[in-house]
């Protein structure tokens, strides 16, 4: 069992800056891959970035345009999603995920799911 808790989230102003961080915890949460996804209202949830626990990282070919930057502390089993030059087309809750296979970008291959957190950016 992996438990997952993100925070970080708010109300941004568009063009400003915001760091999410999603904490990992169980015996094993080490040894997973974590996500990133995002679900605007009315939207499906859509992948952003993923990192596997060896810190290698992917990213989304269409949402991300370069804005977004995942990191991972592995000290802390932390994973962050550093995101710049904030848009409106941001606001979304944003998920962090956990997967016990590879470093997917498909939702329905993560195992295990944070609550989200919140981004609103204003325009």
């Known amino acids: 069992q992996v438990q997952v808790v993100e925070s970080g989230g708010g109300l941004v102003q568009a063009g400003g800056s915001l760091r999410l961080s999603c904490a990992a915890s169980g015996r094993t949460a080490s040894t997973y891959a974590m996500g990133w996804f995002r679900q605007a209202p009315g939207k499906e949830r859509e992948f952003v970035a993923a990192?596997?626990?060896?810190?290698?990282?992917?990213y989304s070919s269409t949402s991300v345009k370069g804005r977004f930057t995942i990191s991972k502390d592995n000290a802390k089993n932390t994973v962050y999603l550093q995101i710049d030059n904030l848009e409106p087309e941001d606001t979304a809750v944003y998920y962090c995920a956990a997967a016990r296979r590879g470093v997917p970008a498909i939702k329905e291959e993560y195992d295990y799911w944070g609550q989200g957190s919140q981004v609103t950016v204003s325009s």
């Open positions: 990192i596997s626990w060896s810190n290698i990282a992917r």
